[in-house]
């Protein structure tokens, strides 16, 4: 069973603007504040790359060197959501967009680190 959704995508031009958006998809589904909760994305033909990344218990945040000029991730606890907005979008930011759950935030560039994965939210970039 899927317990993570991730929303938000769709086509759009170069130099756009796009917020995803992340977020349990029962009661159930609990993010405990030693949790780090993190972006990846995967682009066509190409292995997944970790975007960025936030600590649930304070807040701190992790981006990938490529994309930390223009990706702000965020989280609200009030609403167990998380989001990432991404500013100027080129046309390598086309992929799918996943929202992993990490049990801690060591290793958190390192996929096999973490537990829970929705099915993803596809961002296409266009002329």
């Known amino acids: 069973q899927v317990r993570l959704v991730e929303s938000g995508g769709g086509v759009v031009h170069t130099g756009g603007s796009l917020t995803l958006s992340c977020a349990p998809s029962?009661?159930?589904?609990?993010?405990?504040?030693?949790?780090?909760m993190g972006w990846f994305r995967q682009a066509p033909v190409k292995e997944r790359e970790f975007v960025a990344g936030?600590?649930?218990?304070?807040?701190?945040?992790y981006y990938g060197e490529s994309v930390k000029d223009r990706f702000t991730i965020y989280r609200v606890a009030a609403e167990n959501a998380i989001y990432l907005r991404i500013n100027s979008l080129k046309s390598e930011d086309t992929g799918v967009y996943f929202c992993?759950?990490?049990?801690?935030?060591?290793?958190?560039?390192?996929?096999?680190?973490?537990?829970?994965w929705g099915q993803g939210t596809q961002v296409t970039v266009g002329e």
């Open positions: 992993p759950r990490k049990s801690n935030l060591y290793g958190y560039t390192d996929e096999s680190k973490y537990d829970e």
């Open positions: 936030v600590t649930w218990r304070n807040n701190q945040k």
């Open positions: 029962t009661s159930t589904f609990v993010i405990y504040s030693s949790n780090l």
